[in-house]
């Protein structure tokens, strides 16, 4: 087990267009949590997941962000009609019973 | 709503000067603090936590509930600490794992 993996690590869209993001955790881990980064700032949380259930979603996640994790393995995090103020490095972080996060690489989404 | 602020950007020292990344928190309950590093080219990895109250790489920081403060501290820089460090905030209870990350500080240690 290499950590936690995201793919793609870089995703350029147009304006208007969907996106999604995928997010392999530590495979004991059932804890599973969506941040986003923007330059110059530190993390902000997204959600997060407790095996397949999604027990809390910030206020920053609009209506056209989505994020499942079907059987409580991998995780995907879906923006739909992308803006110009989405591009920012999405990072997903994994935990088990020390509830450490271990987080991914990221993945860089520009939206032009 | 909890907020982490650590108010340098960035913090340069000489290799072998003592180095302290300042944090403040303001939260009404009883937080859980971290520090998370990203050295270059490298994910975001934890450092330290308080209730470990390890040392990590040389690395110490005390919690402070009087000032709300949880500063990082090394005796003596060395080169390989150049990094960004983060400040992180556990609330705890129902939303515990959810951390509260301040804006980051760039460390350089020159040799």
């Known amino acids: 087990d290499t950590g936690v993996s995201q793919d793609p690590r870089h995703k350029i869209t147009k304006r208007g267009q969907n996106v999604t993001f995928r997010c392999d955790p530590i495979s004991e881990h059932n804890r599973l949590y969506w941040y986003r980064q923007t330059l110059g700032q530190g993390p902000e949380f997204l959600t997060y997941?407790?095996?397949?259930?999604?027990?809390?979603k910030s206020r920053l996640l609009s209506d056209r962000f989505s994020a499942e994790r079907p059987k409580g393995s991998f995780s995907t995090l879906e923006i739909q009609r992308t803006e110009q103020g989405d591009s920012a490095m999405y990072l997903c972080?994994?935990?088990?019973?020390?509830?450490?996060?271990?987080f991914g690489p990221g993945t860089r989404l520009t939206v032009t | 709503a909890q907020r982490v602020t650590q108010p340098e950007k960035l913090l340069s020292v000489f290799k072998g000067a003592p180095v302290e990344l300042k944090c403040n928190y303001s939260?009404?309950?009883?937080?859980?603090l971290f520090w998370y590093v990203q050295y270059s080219r490298q994910r975001l990895q934890l450092l330290l936590r308080h209730i470990s109250r390890e040392s990590i790489k040389g690395f110490t920081a005390d919690l402070n509930k009087g000032e709300t403060s949880f500063h990082l501290k090394k005796p003596f820089a060395q080169e390989e600490d150049s990094a960004m460090y983060y400040c992180a905030l556990d609330a705890g209870g129902t939303s515990y794992g959810k951390l509260t990350f301040g804006q980051g500080t760039i460390l350089t240690v020159h040799p």
């Open positions: 997941f407790q095996n397949e259930a999604q027990l809390e």
């Open positions: 939260y009404s309950g009883s937080p859980e």
């Open positions: 972080a994994s935990a088990g019973t020390t509830y450490e996060q271990y």
